[in-house]
């Protein structure tokens, strides 16, 4: 049974670098979330997919942000220009449809970015 | 806009000393309450869904319940491997399926 799983687990970048994350959710979901979470905090929404359409976009999502899942599996979150606000981890989380439905995350990408 | 506050925000318990985790909401219509369990530098491992005042989940020395404002996590005789930060995320009942997050609280067992 494979859960969610994220690619890389960290990375160290420089400002002003363009970054992109993957994420493979659990194989009969079809629906996918990204969430931000920084230090002492609990994950905050930024974009939802079901299928491959993109539903819901957080005002924390800036132009600099754009996430893609194109053939309604696997997401990639692309974050351009990065800034040193970038930092935090980024994690992904999948679930089924229906409307008592549970999302369960993967292990996260850590970002850090110098 | 919901809303969710976690108390306290770290808990220190001695192997064996019960206590709760306090989770307040402020929701457009609750469809679910959910606890997640979140080990240092790993994601939220999904614990409980609750979906009506009322109702309670088991799982080991782990036990929700839910009221209409608020949710419990009651750890009993808890030990060491139960130290982790414990998540508190609501779904509203409106529009798509997001979670809105507590800040959560931090809890460490000494033996």
């Known amino acids: 049974d494979t859960g969610v799983s994220q690619d890389p687990r960290h990375k160290i970048t420089k400002r002003g670098q363009n970054v992109t994350f993957r994420c493979d959710p659990i194989?009969?979901?079809?629906?996918l979330y990204w969430y931000r979470q920084t230090l002492g905090q609990g994950p905050e929404f930024l974009t939802y997919?079901?299928?491959?359409?993109?539903?819901?976009k957080s005002r924390l999502l800036s132009d600099r942000f754009s996430a893609e899942r194109p053939k309604g599996s696997f997401s990639t979150l692309e974050i351009q220009r990065t800034e040193q606000g970038d930092s935090a981890m980024y994690l992904c989380?999948?679930?089924?449809?229906?409307?008592?439905?549970?999302?369960?995350f993967g292990p996260g990408t850590r970002l850090l970015v110098l | 806009e919901d809303q969710v506050t976690q108390s306290p925000e770290a808990l220190r318990l001695q192997e064996g000393e019960s206590s709760s985790l306090n989770c307040s909401y402020t929701?457009?219509?609750?469809?679910?309450l959910f606890w997640y369990r979140q080990d240092p530098g790993k994601g939220p491992e999904f614990l409980f869904t609750?979906?009506?005042a009322g109702e309670e989940k088991e799982k080991e020395r782990l036990k929700a319940t839910l009221t209409k404002k608020e949710s419990f996590l009651h750890i009993t005789a808890p030990k060491p491997e139960d130290s982790a930060t414990y998540l508190c995320?609501?779904?509203?009942?409106?529009?798509?399926?997001?979670?809105?997050f507590g800040k959560g609280t931090m809890l460490l067992v000494s033996p």
């Open positions: 989380a999948s679930s089924s449809t229906g409307f008592k439905e549970t999302q369960y």
């Open positions: 194989s009969e979901h079809n629906r």
């Open positions: 997919f079901q299928n491959e359409a993109q539903l819901e």
């Open positions: 929701v457009s219509g609750l469809r679910g």
């Open positions: 609750l979906y009506s």
């Open positions: 995320a609501v779904q509203a009942g409106s529009g798509y399926s997001t979670l809105t």
